[in-house]
């Protein structure tokens, strides 16, 4: 099944109950978009050119977009930007038209970024453990919590997983384990660095799965991964990082 | 539910997170506490082999004594919220902190609560070890009136945590000068013998930082010891420490969290 299929599957009235609430309507009414990057400058050091350079980039509800580029080139960099992470040398990154400085629990509470690798996981907690605390720090709402971390080990198929250590389990796994992380707290945008990373198809039609719904229910999705690699996912708009800006892929 | 109540979760969260994580090195209990038993067995002779001006028998030093060792395990595991943070850094779950709704600052405040809430535990070892095998006599009626005494001395012992923590975030290394601290406040403290026994300069620093009163308050509810100066005075002292030092601290851990992001070095360790 493509991903366009899919979306249209999650359109159907019964797929209704498997998406999660977005969303902001004064946000949406307001005309700001889910994510902005405007002149987005970064250098790591003074005496070399920028790594990015009066970048731009807005993502549309309801669209996939997809940035490669060479190794090195500024993708990762774009991405912990526009997470929140790290801050450019000029330049504002808004989600709905507010940055992290102007609402930080809000734009964390809306975005979520996979960074690339396999780190960012508690070696001696369980996959559910694991979940749970995510849900917590991420500040799940009390009504959704069970259902979030359910639906989580569910659409990574992490069932028999649950009650196994991290540090036991093979790469692929733990990154559909962080892929879960990612996507736990229905965030409206979402960003993935080089997402299929040790996963094996089944994985990958997973991650499918669960961008579709979030497709679905306009979320927006920006995906970075080196140029040349093989993508089986169809992506609204396509940009190559080069020299620091963007250009039409 | 209100972000207060969300936010109390997270709190708890990390709490757990650092429980299940403890729990699951098994030995590491077993560990702490022989380390525990030598160290008291060491100082249980020494008690038998020195005579202290000011002590009226072996015991009542081996009494002021094990209280200051319990005070020494306190110390340790308030600090080690640096080691915690550099673990953080090295498996980028740092990271997944700054990037959640709940945010690095009342992350890094939350991981000071199961180190603060297992020094509890470890002064109880002590405690208890004292008693057991070296016949250590504790002032029955007045333990209780210790433990908010304790809770106290943990609160102003958090700044110092916090501010090691900013370190820790700002040059990548988890022994930012913790031991140092602690040799430091070891001996102005008070916590091995009378301060009295310091040369006058220090005997000074003893007096102007909140911890060798406080000790002495501690000693006094937990084996009877006398006090050098009124119980009231030296609580205030203890209080304001914690009330100046605590937002300030806060506010530097803010701040070193911020300079990382703007810097970019939030992502090295």
Known sequence: ?249 | MSDAILAGNAFLAVVRRDLHIYMSYRSRLVSQALTVVFSLTLFYYVSRLVNVRGFGSHSSYFGFVVVGLALISVMYSCFSITELIRQELVAGTFDRMVLSPFGAVRSVIAMTLFPMAYSFLLAAITLATGCLLYGLSLHWSTVPLSIPVMLLVLVAFLPFGLLFASLTLVIKQGNVGTSWLIAILSIIGGLYFPVTLLPHWMQTASELQPFTSATDVLRHLLVGSSLGEAVSPALLKLTGFAAVLLPLSIAILAAAIRTGQRRGTIIEY
């Open chain 1, 1 to 249: 099944m493509t991903l366009r299929e899919l979306e249209a599957d999650l359109s159907s009235p019964a797929a209704e109950h498997r998406t999660q609430p977005v969303a902001s309507p004064a946000s949406r009414a307001s005309g700001a978009v889910p994510l902005a990057l405007r002149e987005i400058t970064k250098r790591w050091r003074k005496d070399q050119p920028p790594v990015l350079d009066e970048l731009e980039l807005t993502l549309e509800p309801g669209t996939a977009t997809w940035v490669g580029g060479r190794n090195g080139a500024g993708k990762t960099t774009m991405l912990r930007i526009a997470a929140g992470l790290i801050e450019p040398e000029q330049g504002r990154t808004e989600v709905w038209g507010v940055t992290a400085r102007e609402n930080r629990t809000r734009y964390h509470t809306l975005l979520s970024f996979l960074p690339a690798g396999d780190r960012g996981l508690y070696a001696r907690l369980t996959v559910r453990r694991q979940l749970v605390f995510w849900a917590r720090i991420a500040m799940v709402p009390k009504a959704r919590f069970e259902a979030a971390i359910e639906d989580a080990i569910q659409a990574f198929e992490l069932r028999e997983l649950e009650d196994c250590r991290v540090d036991r389990i093979s790469m692929g796994q733990r990154q559909r384990l962080r892929l879960a992380m990612t996507f736990l707290a229905g965030p409206e945008i979402v960003l993935l660095d080089e997402p299929l990373t040790s996963l094996d198809g089944e994985g990958a039609a997973l991650l499918q799965q669960a961008i579709s719904e979030l497709l679905a229910r306009d979320g927006a999705l920006l995906w970075c991964s080196p140029s040349g690699e093989q993508l089986d996912m169809s992506f609204d708009t396509r940009w190559e990082l080069d020299s620091g800006r963007l250009v039409r892929a």
